[in-house]
Nanobody
Framework: SQVVESGGGLVQPGGSLRLSCVAS????????IGWFRQAPGKEREGVSC????????YYADSVKGRFTISRDNAQSTVYLQMNSLEPEDTGVYYC?????????????????????WGQGTPVTVSS
């Protein structure tokens, strides 16, 4: 059972990227899903999370209006569309899945105790 991220890369400021996270080995539609990032020398922070049942979402203030989270339960995949990227968005982006709690709590307090974490995909925003 795992989640695997992809889609990271190097992009210029103002550009866009779409990250994907594919889940396998567990009932994806029963889990809240979140995207997190970690910049060099900083703690991991929640970027966006989505509820498993009603599709409600949470976004960090720094990405509101620029990033969009979505999920395709049939494909066991969650996406993060990132537009108007800024150098401050640089970091390793991780996908996580957890069956407990709210998406607000999931994103505000990332925990290594979540059920599943991916290995991360790096995003670099630079000219």
């Amino acid at each position: 059972s795992q989640v695997v991220e992809s889609g990271g890369g190097l992009v210029q400021p103002g550009g866009s990227l779409r990250l994907s996270c594919v889940a396998s080995g567990f009932t994806f539609n029963r889990y809240n899903i979140g995207w997190f990032r970690q910049a060099p020398g900083k703690e991991r922070e929640g970027v966006s999370c989505m509820d498993s049942s009603d599709g409600s979402t949470y976004y960090a203030d720094s990405v509101k209006g620029r990033f969009t989270i979505s999920r395709d339960n049939a494909q066991s995949t969650v996406y993060l569309q990132m537009n108007s990227l800024e150098p401050e968005d640089t970091g390793v982006y991780y996908c996580a899945a957890d069956h407990y709690g709210t998406v607000q709590a999931m994103c505000r307090v990332p925990s290594y105790l979540f059920d599943y974490w991916g290995q991360g995909t790096p995003v670099t925003v630079s000219s």
